[in-house]
């Protein structure tokens, strides 16, 4: 399967690759990207090129697919998007991303978001697509309801992180009939 390339206005979502280890390990070593992300901050980029193959084994076994996400004026990886715990037998998948810190507030995650929702409804079919966001990321909870998925409720206890337990909000959009 060729990996699927998304584009936006101003994005390139892209299949991501070994060269962007460094712009991965550069967000997920940010303490304040990672403060809702729901795992540890890396200490190494070995970590970023270990994420990097677990991506490729999740597309591999039709369990995930993430984009990395790029300027079309650069080529360097700002974030990524995708899905993750895709379910093809119940039309289902959990969005999930993250921005570098530099480029947040203008957007770039709603356009990547809208971009890669679509995909997931349109072309692999999706009816469901979830969303999981710590109720202390006030940002996310308000871009995804701005983007129109529903709050479900709130998942108690549901992410531990730096050895703390956290609980968080359940969001869903659902495709149109």
Request: aromatic share 10%; net charge neutral.
């Amino acid at each position: 399967m060729e990996f699927p390339i998304l584009e936006t206005e101003r994005l390139l979502l892209r299949e991501i690759k070994a060269e962007d280890a460094q712009n991965l390990y550069i967000n997920f070593s940010n303490p304040e990207v990672m403060k809702y992300y729901g795992s540890e901050r890396m200490d190494d980029i070995e970590e970023a090129r270990g994420l990097i193959h677990s991506f490729h084994i999740g597309l591999k076994e039709g369990k995930s697919i993430r984009w990395g996400i790029q300027l079309k004026n650069n080529n360097s990886l700002i974030g990524t998007v995708g899905f993750h715990a895709i379910s093809p037998k119940n039309r289902r998948a959990e969005i999930g991303y993250e921005l570098n810190q530099g480029y947040w507030g203008k957007g770039l995650a709603k356009e990547a978001i809208l971009k890669v929702v679509e995909h997931g409804f349109e072309e692999m079919e999706l009816k469901r697509i979830g969303a999981v966001v710590f109720l202390e990321n006030k940002s996310s909870n308000e871009l995804l309801l701005k983007l129109g998925f529903r709050k479900e409720g709130i998942l108690r206890d549901y992410m531990i992180q730096n050895g703390l337990s956290y609980d968080t909000n359940v969001y869903a959009l659902l495709a149109q009939k």
